[in-house]
Nanobody, 124 residues
């Protein structure tokens, strides 16, 4: 059983930056593919980015490419999401998730463990 706790959310003006963290415990962090998802009010939870077990491969949804960077520190059991050039449409509750399968995925159903989320609000 893996426990995930997100932090780093907050209120920021458009064009600003935030760095989200996700601390993992209770499992072997490096054995999981990790991902970030987000959910805006009234919308479904959507995929943001994923990273391989070693951190050597990543992919992200088109709307955040060039602005968001996913990374991980396996020695510290921590996942990160660096968010730059934030836009009001990035406002959402951001979740980290762990995937025990073999391949990176954008599908929510493939992720086994989820954190409680951290709120990101971008003002215009």
């Amino acid at each position: 059983q893996v426990q995930l706790v997100e932090s780093g959310g907050g209120l920021v003006q458009a064009g600003g930056s935030l760095r989200l963290s996700c601390a993992a415990s209770g499992g072997t962090f490096s054995s999981y593919i990790m991902g970030w998802f987000r959910q805006a009010p009234g919308k479904e939870r959507e995929f943001v980015a994923a990273i391989s077990r070693s951190g050597g491969s990543t992919f992200s949804t088109e709307s955040v490419k060039g602005r968001f960077t996913i990374s991980r520190d396996n020695a510290k059991n921590t996942l990160f999401l660096q968010m730059n050039s934030l836009k009001p449409e990035d406002t959402a509750l951001y979740y980290c998730a762990a995937d025990g399968n073999a391949y990176m995925s954008r599908a929510r159903a493939d992720y086994d463990y989820w954190g409680q989320g951290t709120q990101v609000t971008v003002s215009s």
